[in-house]
């Protein structure tokens, strides 16, 4: 299927109204986090429906429409990458994604990508590169490295999640607080001695929204001592 029927399927879904929203809801005020980024008002299903039937697009294609300044085109285009990853187990995605992460500019881009190219990816491989990634300047290659190892705690391991966490606890965004918690609390499903101890050893230092991510699952009075610690 081309490129341009692409392109006239999602823009045959636009919602002008749902477009507004987004615009909103995604911080694209000046100042934001999401300034500047454009929405045609498209539902995350939508989007996913679409970009299943292009599954077989050239990455050539793909990089058009990840430079794009409309925020579905770009969601459109990891979903074609993520699908194409599943089947292919392609370094060369791999490496197009990581070559292209300034188009992967806001948190539901990150999220619902890294761990299924990047994650997955260095499932069976050397992990440096996340460390890289967390020391970027990036806000959005900070977070890619601790979303990306989502995957390995689908596959019982913490230690890189641990690790990264704490590299990021002094993060000053909290887009990036709330990715650290998040990734702590779902490591704390692996392991929740190794949370206790990580939260433990460095609560002191973590940011108040990481803190209160991490523990979600803890019963009341156990958050709660924690919180007032």
Known sequence: MRFSDLKKELRASADPERARNSAWFFKTSEGQYGHGDRFIGLTVPKIRWIAHRYVDLPLSDIEKLLASPIHEYRFTALEILVAQYEREKSKAIFDFYLKHTQFVNNWDLVDTSAPYIVGQHLLTRPRKILYRLA?????????????????????????????????????????????????????????????????NEHRGEMPRTTLRYAIERFPEAQRKRLLSS
Request: glycine share 4%; no cysteine.
């Open 135 to 199: 020391k970027s300047k990036n806000l959005w290659e900070r977070r890619i490295a601790i979303v990306s190892t989502f995957a390995f705690l689908r596959a019982g391991e913490t230690e890189d999640t641990f690790a990264i966490a704490k590299l990021l606890l002094q993060d000053d965004h909290d887009l990036i607080h709330k990715a650290v918690g998040w990734a702590l609390r779902e490591a704390g499903k692996q392991s929740t001695p190794a949370l206790l101890r990580f939260l």
